[in-house]
């Protein structure tokens, strides 16, 4: 059975730093390209940053680009997400996604692990 | 970066109706479009790929069509279980846009 559980959310201040974990089971992780996306409270699903397979190309949403960085380790299993400079608008429910490898869609999710920037 | 819009924004619907929402691309993206069904508390559930190929175990209740700009998501039968809020997302490049989201409610 594939899963996908996040860890590393928590309560920080604005300006400080968080790292995001997924691990994977259940499928040959080093094949697929991984992917997180966010859900601010009362608001729609937005896609954040997204890693290919080995690691060769990262993608980030436009506005996130230098204070948020996606890494993976195949050896691990694992896909990670380094937030730095946290803002209040950063604040919500984080997902790790798997995008299919035989189709145009993100086809495995795990449940969530929520930040929450506030002083 | 191609924008993708959801209608309507939200819809009250009674069980057995039918129903549809329409996402359209500020630019043509060919098929790379998926659909997916979210409920609070869970994580999204893919429902369509390729803009109308349905995932497995998804009820065929549930359709997809459309290409290049103009997609819909048909449910042909609205069930209980199916009120939730619909996002279309985007995979023609990178940013992997989501729409705004169209919520079903009972009506």
């Known amino acids: 059975e594939v899963q996908l559980v996040e860890s590393g959310g928590g309560l920080v201040k604005p300006g400080e730093s968080l790292k995001l974990s997924c691990a994977a089971s259940?499928?040959?992780?080093?094949?697929?390209?991984m992917n997180w996306v966010r859900q601010a409270p009362g608001r729609g699903l937005e896609w954040v940053s997204s890693?290919?397979?080995?690691?060769?190309?990262?993608y980030y949403e436009d506005s996130l680009k230098g204070r948020f960085t996606i890494s993976r380790d195949n050896a691990k299993n694992s896909v990670f997400l380094q937030m730095n400079s946290l803002r209040v608008e950063d604040t919500g429910l984080y997902y790790c996604?798997?995008?299919?490898?035989?189709?145009?869609?993100?086809?495995?999710w795990g449940q969530g692990t929520l930040v929450t920037v506030s002083s | 970066a191609i924008q993708l819009t959801q209608s309507p924004s939200s819809l009250s619907a009674s069980v057995g109706d039918r129903v549809t929402i329409t996402c359209r691309a500020s630019?043509?993206?060919?098929?790379?479009l998926a659909w997916y069904q979210h409920k609070p508390g869970k994580p999204p559930k893919l429902l369509i790929y390729?803009?109308?190929s349905l995932e497995s175990g998804v009820p065929s209740r549930f359709s997809g069509g459309g290409s290049g700009t103009d997609f819909t998501l048909t449910i042909s039968s609205l069930q209980p279980e199916d009120f939730a809020t619909y996002y279309c997302q985007r995979f023609s490049d990178y940013p992997l846009t989501f729409g705004p989201g169209t919520k079903v409610d009972i009506k």
């Open positions: 630019q043509g993206i060919s098929s790379a």
């Open positions: 390729d803009a109308s």
């Open positions: 890693i290919s397979s080995s690691a060769t190309y990262k």
């Open positions: 259940g499928f040959t992780f080093s094949y697929f390209s």
């Open positions: 996604a798997r995008l299919s490898g035989s189709s145009w869609s993100f086809d495995q």
